[in-house]
């Protein structure tokens, strides 16, 4: 059973950092692509950021473009987002989704099988 497990969310004024965890078990973490989706209020589910299951391929949205940072280590089963310079449009609940085995990342919603239950991100004005 595969499970994503979020971490690491909470209020931050403008300008601060958080770094979001994301704990995956029951896959083969190595070989699975990794992403970052959001939810802001009222609004879609909408991409963040991802990465391969091969060395150092990344995505990202443009509006997170030079401040948020996705990375993995697969020794731990665990992705990350470091999110420096926050800005209030950024408040939303984060989600961790897994990819397909072997597939290369991919920014679409239905590119990922499995979800996590989310963390809140607060950015306060």
């Known amino acids: 059973q595969v499970q994503l497990v979020e971490s690491g969310g909470g209020l931050v004024q403008v300008g601060g950092s958080l770094r979001l965890y994301c704990a995956a078990s029951g896959l083969t973490f190595s070989t699975y692509p990794m992403a970052w989706f959001r939810q802001a209020p009222g609004k879609e589910r909408e991409f963040v950021a991802a990465i391969s299951w091969q060395v150092g391929v990344t995505r990202y949205t443009d509006s997170i473009q030079g401040r948020f940072t996705i990375s993995r280590d697969n020794a731990k089963h665990t992705v990350y987002l470091q999110m420096n310079r926050l800005k209030p449009e950024d408040t939303a609940v984060y989600y961790c989704?897994?990819?397909?085995?072997?597939?290369?990342?991919?920014?679409?919603?239905?590119?990922?099988?499995?979800w996590g239950q989310g963390t809140q991100v607060t950015v306060s004005s």
């Open positions: 989704a897994a990819g397909r085995k072997f597939y290369t990342a991919t920014t679409s919603l239905a590119g990922h099988d499995y």
